[in-house]
Each structure stands twice: as C-alpha cells, then as structure tokens.
C-alpha cells in the first residue's frame, strides 16, 4: 500500500485562501505539515486539545507525530492570527474572522462546547478604559465568557 503521510482533512478553499493571505502577510510559510493541523481543526468545528488533535491527525496520517511538533505548529497558528487559545479550557479553535488583527472575545457553551468569536470594539474600547484608568498596560485581553448558547438555552427552558 501507497504511504498516506501527507494525508490532510478537506479544506474550504474560502480558509485556505486566508490562510495564505495571513501567511504570506507575516512573511510565513504554510507549510503541508501546517497546513495540515489547520485544515484538522477546521474540520472538526470544536475546540480541541492539543492532545485530542495529535491524536486525530496521527489517525488521519496512520502514524505517530510528536507532540512537541504539533505544538510548534499550533504557536506558528497562533503566531499568524489563524488560531486561538482557549485559556480557561486549553483548547485550541480556528478564528472565525482571520483577516484582520483583533482581540478574541468568546462565548463558549459549557453543555455542549459549541464556541462563538464575537468582535465587539464597544468592549475593546471599555476594557483599555478600564486598564487605563489603572496605569494598567494590557497586553492580552481575550474575553472568555461562559454559559449556555442558544440552542443548549432552549433546552433547559422546555
Ligand atoms: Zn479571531
Ligand atoms: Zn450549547
């Protein structure tokens, strides 16, 4: 049997034309081997762990990746605006919007993780406020908010 290394998921061409776009921005390359854990996070459509992503490409490439490496690939993602952290969960989750710099603003769904990246410069602009009005230098200022999302919030209703 033929070797299926370089086995990647599907990726909309509407992603990996951003992908390029924000790469190729950055002075980056998108490398396969990149492309491949992005084009694997962007067909799942949840946030992962770097732990359930090896383990979904290693199955998808049929081998074993170090870990170390697909870290090195997540920080290049994150480097280039294609992928954000979750810090309260430790997830990983492509950007809804990567053609542009932004802060992240989430809501994430605790009942079945569904997560929405919102862009608010209503709050952008509050939280440099609040921070200033402290003598405060943000340098990170992602918004995690959890909850229930709309359809999870439905259910409980009924
Ligand atoms: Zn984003
Ligand atoms: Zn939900």
Same mark, same amino acid.
Not at 104 to 124: A, I, M, P, R, T
């Given at each position: +049997?033929? *070797?299926? #290394?370089?086995?990647? %998921?599907?990726?909309?061409?509407?992603?990996? *034309? &951003?992908? !390029?776009?924000?790469? %190729?921005? *950055?002075?980056?390359? @998108?490398?396969?081997?990149?492309?491949? /854990?992005?084009?694997? +996070?962007?067909?799942?459509?949840?946030? =992962?762990?770097?732990?359930?992503?090896?383990?979904?490409? !290693?199955?998808?490439?049929?081998?074993?990746?170090?870990? &170390?490496? /697909?870290?090195?690939?997540?920080?290049?993602?994150?480097?280039? $605006?294609?992928?954000?952290?979750?810090? #309260?969960?430790?997830?990983?989750?492509?950007?809804?919007?990567?053609?542009?710099?932004?802060?992240?603003?989430?809501?994430?769904?605790?009942?079945? $993780?569904?997560?929405?990246?919102? !862009?608010? #410069? $209503?709050? !952008?602009? @509050? =939280? %440099?406020?609040?921070?200033?009005?402290?003598?405060?230098?943000?340098?990170?200022?992602?918004?995690?908010?959890?909850?229930?999302?709309?359809?999870?919030?439905? $259910?409980?209703?009924?």
């Amino acid at each position: +049997m033929a *070797k299926r #290394s370089a086995t990647t %998921a599907p990726l909309a061409a509407k992603w990996r *034309k &951003l992908a !390029e776009g924000r790469c %190729a921005e *950055k002075g980056e390359r @998108l490398t396969p081997a990149r492309l491949a /854990v992005y084009a694997e +996070m962007q067909a799942r459509g949840r946030p =992962l762990s770097a732990y359930e992503l090896i383990a979904l490409l !290693e199955q998808r490439q049929e081998r074993k990746i170090a870990p &170390l490496t /697909v870290y090195r690939h997540l920080d290049f993602l994150m480097r280039t $605006g294609l992928v954000h952290r979750l810090q #309260s969960a430790q997830t990983y989750f492509p950007c809804d919007h990567p053609d542009h710099a932004h802060e992240s603003q989430f809501l994430l769904c605790s009942s079945c $993780g569904h997560v929405d990246e919102v !862009e608010s #410069s $209503g709050l !952008e602009t @509050l =939280l %440099a406020q609040i921070a200033d009005e402290h003598g405060f230098r943000p340098d990170n200022a992602v918004v995690e908010v959890k909850g229930l999302c709309g359809e999870c919030a439905v $259910g409980v209703q009924d």
